[in-house]
């Protein structure tokens, strides 16, 4: 009974120690450091996504990828498909994969997202699934959420997406890059 209670405590301090190793087989990472799992958020900003002035468009902690509400603005900032829900969730999605490309990933780590459509409808559902599933990684999809909105800050947009991502490790797979 006693090695049971020892075991049910040290076990997870152990497993805690562990993993706040940072490196392959409890080694520290480059520098000493805890490699890519440690330090400070770095922002993310894709140049050929517009920004909004002082706001990035992605924050990368670690290996995980938040990325901020992707509209459909083309790279010269301008509203793509206006009134045409299938193209601006083409342009939202291709935003997308140039932050993931950006934050050192491909579109295929997205691991959630959230799809926010304007009026929604059985048909833009459906409509919203395939083009997220030809975008993304079909054999492992992400976590989809589709919710429907009356409307948007600005006149023309029908879609927006925001969405996290799990980079595989610090360097993207060679394998997955072609995907756009």
């Not at 793509?80 to 291709?94: D, M, R, Y």
């Amino acid at each position: 009974m006693r090695y049971a209670l020892f075991l049910a405590l040290a076990l997870p301090a152990a497993a805690m120690a562990q993993s706040n190793r940072g490196g392959r087989n409890g080694q520290p990472g480059p520098g000493g450091m805890g490699g890519p799992t440690a330090g400070a958020p770095q922002q993310i900003i894709a140049p050929e996504v517009p920004v909004l002035e002082g706001l990035p468009h992605a924050v990368k902690i670690g290996f995980t990828v938040y990325v901020s509400a992707m509209v459909p603005l083309d790279s010269t900032g301008n509203l793509v498909g206006a009134g045409n829900p299938g193209v601006q969730v083409h342009q939202v999605l291709a935003n997308l994969g140039a932050v993931m490309r950006a934050a050192r990933g491909v579109p295929g780590d997205v691991v959630r997202a959230t799809v926010y459509v304007k009026d929604l409808t059985p048909e833009k559902v459906l409509m919203v699934r395939k083009e997220v599933l030809d975008a993304l990684d079909r054999t492992a999809p992400p976590a989809l959420t589709i919710v429907g909105v009356s409307a948007f800050a600005e006149p023309g947009i029908e879609v927006m997406i925001e969405a996290t991502g799990q980079l595989r490790s610090e360097f993207p797979d060679k394998s997955r890059l072609g995907k756009p």
